[in-house]
């Protein structure tokens, strides 16, 4: 079998910046790999055009072209013509693509298509109670209409679709999945009352809440530190950074307890993950957050929210716990205890790594996705 996967984004130095969805694909290509799939990631959007193989993996860099007109039509033609091209020369038996801005509208291959859901525009706008564009919401409602079989990466992902998109569609369910073994907790001491917060500086990952939260752990206890690591973004409520927003709701007393670092490489945030006592994810809006099982995997405790896809992944008192960002005393409190019973946090941090190995490792989750593919090849749509 040769699976083509269609991606904005993917984790290589040769490519433009990538994020959680890359690093989904990335995985996800690897296990399939390691079961003797032939996989080609075809990566648009592109600064320069490259064809490549590494790790068995084909890869296929499509430049980004500007047009005077419809260049959101043009666009998706032309990546139309480049992918159909390789489905026919290399026998590709279906192209998986995300449901992001629903980049397959109006494109047709002469194989089956998987529109994968790790959250669409409209999936985010309406977490975030904000109006979407028209365009947007009509190419991913396109897109999905079309594609020969839907699935989701967490049963609330797909549900809230299906109602937003008034969908009737079968939607199968098989979440991200991670290599374990590349993860381990004990590569850094780990440091007394340090909490860290990782992933973008953006509204909708909680960033707002947790200054007003990390206020309430100063004033419970005055030795704890914030690592704040991530690339900070323009807020889409108020114009200005999310990092001066953030600064701003700090009390003098907090903000002399917080380091933020700007987007640092692969490897240095495995090293800041091990160094944490706590991890504190608040979003607002996943679908599921590849930034949670890292740390999940690096036998980290957590407090996240506790919306949603959150019962999907963290077992509240067991891994972590699950807390309403808005409540900021309440979510502090779960830091305070975790940084006041580091036994206790030491053995939900295993717990942690234990349900990522269980439930969304690469080798238990490729098969899953396997048995799902090979059902679209053999009967052409589910």
């Known amino acids: 079998m040769h699976i083509g996967f269609l991606t904005p984004e993917y984790p290589h130095s040769k490519s433009t910046s990538s994020g959680g969805l890359g690093t989904s694909i990335k995985n996800l ?160 001491v780990e440091i007394k009352n340090r909490v860290l917060y990782f992933g973008t500086l953006i509204r909708k990952k909680g960033v707002l809440e947790l200054a007003e939260i990390f206020n309430e752990v100063i004033y419970g206890n005055s030795e704890a530190e914030l690592f704040l690591i991530g690339k900070d973004v323009v807020d889409i409520f108020e114009d200005k950074s999310t990092l001066e927003l953030f600064q701003e709701r700090l009390s003098v007393e907090a903000a002399n307890q917080v380091k933020y670092f700007p987007e640092v490489s692969y490897s240095e945030i495995k090293e800041h993950i091990s160094r944490a006592a706590v991890i504190a994810l608040p979003s607002f809006a996943e679908a599921l957050p590849m930034t949670w099982l890292e740390a999940m995997a690096m036998e980290k405790p957590l407090v996240t929210s506790n919306i949603g896809w959150a019962k999907e992944v963290m077992l509240n008192g067991v891994t972590g716990f699950t807390e309403n960002p808005k409540d900021h005393k309440a979510y502090a409190e779960k830091i305070l205890y975790l940084l006041d019973n580091p036994c206790e946090a030491a053995e939900m941090g295993k717990a942690a790594r234990d349900r990522v190995k269980k439930k969304f490792s690469t080798e238990v989750v490729v098969k899953r996705n396997l048995a799902f593919y090979k059902k679209i090849v053999e009967n052409g749509k589910i």
Not at 53 to 78: A, S
Not at 113 to 137: H, P, T, V, W
Not at 150 to 175: H, M, N, Y
């Open 29 to 188: 290509a690897s296990s399939l790999v390691a079961e003797n799939i032939r996989v080609s990631v075809f990566v648009y959007g592109q600064k320069t055009p490259r064809r490549f193989k590494e790790n068995d993996i084909e890869f296929h860099f499509i430049e980004q072209r500007k047009y005077k007109f419809f260049g959101w039509y043009l666009y998706r033609k032309y990546l139309q013509a480049y992918l159909n091209t390789a489905i026919i020369k290399n026998k590709i038996d279906l192209i998986e693509a995300p449901d992001w801005t629903g980049i397959t509208a109006f494109m047709k291959f002469p194989c089956s298509l998987i529109i994968r859901m790790n959250g669409s525009d409209a999936y985010f706008c309406a977490l975030e109670s904000r109006k979407q564009k028209f365009k947007n919401r009509f190419f991913e409602n396109s897109a999905l209409k079309s594609a020969n079989a839907l699935v989701s990466v967490s049963r609330f992902t797909a549900e809230k679709s299906r109602e937003i998109f008034k969908l009737k569609e079968d939607i199968e369910v098989i979440p991200n999945s991670i290599e374990v073994n590349k993860f381990s907790g004990a590569e850094q």
